[in-house]
């Protein structure tokens, strides 16, 4: 009983710091992008968001998974962790330099646009290798359950984006300085947490790679793509159909419940690690009432987060991009249902993961994926930016059908 209750004290702890620095960063970040919305125009805001979205499925294949799998074998009773890190390290190194050459071969093959292409070099290469700097560090301290260094990190990425982005509108510069400035705020975060890193862990380089970073590594890596790739695909596809200007309403739209989505998402990171660590030590029955736990507290957060935004999306668009913009409100109130439903479907996708049914994840997430890209092209096609917030709430739909 004493156990059970520090462990909840802990958790609830977590929590308040993760929730304190995501609300700061999110508000800091919402106020950024809500200025530069204005300043460079929906056309330029549409390729800077199309840039953000490679960004971030760039960054994904610096880690491939392996998060996961330091977080499963770092809880095991006895692991040396100094072992496991150095090989962590070791491996996201290798795969960062391997997707920067990937990535920098798809933007000149695959664009004609001059200036999208710069714009791509600019942001995607320094985003890239700050998401890996930031990762190492905070996969550490989640592992250790210290989130307060995770807030540390948060809040120096919001702060260093913020004053980049916004030196850059007072300079009046266009999109591709600010987004080269916008990508190395995170460098400069990247260094700050590998700095806390540095003071509570030893490394040493000479051990050789773990064999067991391996195991099951397949089935991390595909889900892990896949849940980076489902918040992208809607941009990722509906540019091919849509002008920049639709898809620059969408990301608008998409981008204030994708923020607010960070209320109930605290409650994931605080969760993880204490899931693995029960089943871990083989007591199941703890496990299930601890994801079940998460997964009320995220679904009645992820409820009252989505109230705002369907019932006052006028207000809500006017106030904080103007009335230009009004053309995303509608996109807006059906886009509040993703918040809720990914409040449900994330928990439960958790559970799965921490008890070793990663490949029913694997599954759902593939047919989500798939079905996604159909639903955003046929349904933008016909319905143009609607139809793409319709195919959101379509493909958070798949995902909790086959959880359930």
């Avoid at 070791?90 to 664009?111: D, M, Q």
């Avoid at 960070?262 to 029960?278: C, D, E, R, T, W």
Wanted: hydrophobic share 55%; net charge positive.
């Amino acid at each position: 009983m004493v156990i059970s209750i520090l462990i909840e004290n802990k958790i609830f702890k977590n929590i308040l710091h993760l929730f304190f620095s995501t609300a700061f960063t999110r508000v800091a970040n919402a106020v950024t992008i809500i200025m530069l919305a204005g300043h460079i125009g929906a056309e330029e805001y549409g390729m800077f968001s199309l840039c953000v979205a490679y960004a971030l499925i760039a960054g994904y294949f610096t880690d491939m998974g392996v998060k996961n799998i330091v977080m499963r074998e770092a809880s095991v009773e006895g692991a040396n962790v100094s072992s496991i890190m150095s090989s962590y390290i070791k491996i996201r190194i290798y795969l960062l330099l391997l997707t920067l050459v990937v990535s920098g071969l798809i933007f000149i093959f695959f664009y004609d646009s001059i200036k999208l292409t710069k714009v791509l070099f600019l942001l995607v290469f320094p985003t890239v290798t700050g998401l890996t700097m930031q990762s190492i560090a905070i996969t550490f301290f989640q592992l250790k359950e210290e989130m307060k260094f995770i807030s540390n990190i948060k809040i120096i990425s919001a702060i260093t984006c913020t004053i980049g982005v916004l030196f850059g509108m007072w300079q009046g510069w266009g999109v591709a300085l600010i987004s080269f400035f916008y990508g190395l705020s995170y460098i400069v975060a990247g260094v700050f947490g590998l700095y806390l890193l540095s003071r509570n862990i030893k490394f040493n380089f000479k051990y050789k790679l773990e064999k067991r970073m391996f195991k099951g590594l397949l089935s991390f890596i595909i889900s892990g793509l896949l849940i980076m790739v489902i918040p992208q695909i809607g941009i990722l596809t509906i540019e091919k159909v849509l002008t920049l200007k639709e898809v620059g309403f969408y990301s608008v739209a998409y981008r204030i419940p994708t923020a607010l989505y960070q209320i109930p998402g605290v409650v994931a990171g605080a969760f993880y690690p204490v899931l693995f660590k029960h089943y871990n030590s083989n007591n199941y029955i703890a496990h299930r009432e601890t994801n079940v736990k998460q997964v009320k507290i995220m679904s009645i957060l992820g409820m009252l987060a989505s109230l705002p935004l369907l019932f006052y999306p006028d207000w809500i668009i006017k106030t904080l991009f103007g009335a230009q913009w009004l053309p995303a409100s509608l996109l807006l109130q059906v886009l509040s249902l993703v918040v809720v439903l990914q409040s449900i479907n994330f928990p439960l996708g958790d559970g799965l993961t921490t008890k070793g049914q990663q490949k029913f994840r694997t599954i759902v997430l593939s047919i989500a994926v798939v079905s996604g890209i159909l639903y955003y092209y046929m349904l933008s096609l016909e319905f143009n930016s609607l139809g793409a917030a319709c195919a959101a709430v379509l493909v958070e739909i798949t995902m909790f059908i086959g959880f359930i």
